[in-house]
């Protein structure tokens, strides 16, 4: 089960990173043809927000993902490894 939750875990990790990239793209896409500066800035500042949040979530998911494989030890509160929080 364990191999299962890391696997989910990386999936949700990847498709994150993928929404992350794409609405930066789209972002610079609307700034090129001239879209609205204001919405622009607010795409690549919320694109920025979600990468940050969703770290926070996958780190806090690999940390119950090794309580569940009985690992204590590693899945102590706020210990968090600095590659947890990066795509």
């Known amino acids: 089960m364990s191999d299962e939750l890391r696997a989910k875990v990386s999936g949700i ?11 930066q793209i789209r972002a610079i ?7 609205d500066s204001e919405v622009v800035t607010k795409l690549i ?16 998911a690999r940390h119950f993902v090794a309580l569940s494989d ?6 102590e509160d706020g210990e ?8």
Do not use: C
Not at 70 to 75: H, I, P, Y
Not at 80 to 87: I, L, N, T, V
């Open 13 to 23: 990790g990847a498709q994150m990173e993928q929404f992350h990239s794409m609405l």
């Open 45 to 60: 500042n919320g694109a920025d927000a979600m990468k940050d949040s969703a770290n926070i979530y996958l780190s806090w």
């Open 80 to 87: 968090e490894d600095s590659a947890d929080f990066q795509f």
């Open 29 to 35: 896409e609307m700034d090129k043809t001239g879209g």
């Open 70 to 75: 009985g690992g204590a030890s590693e899945a």
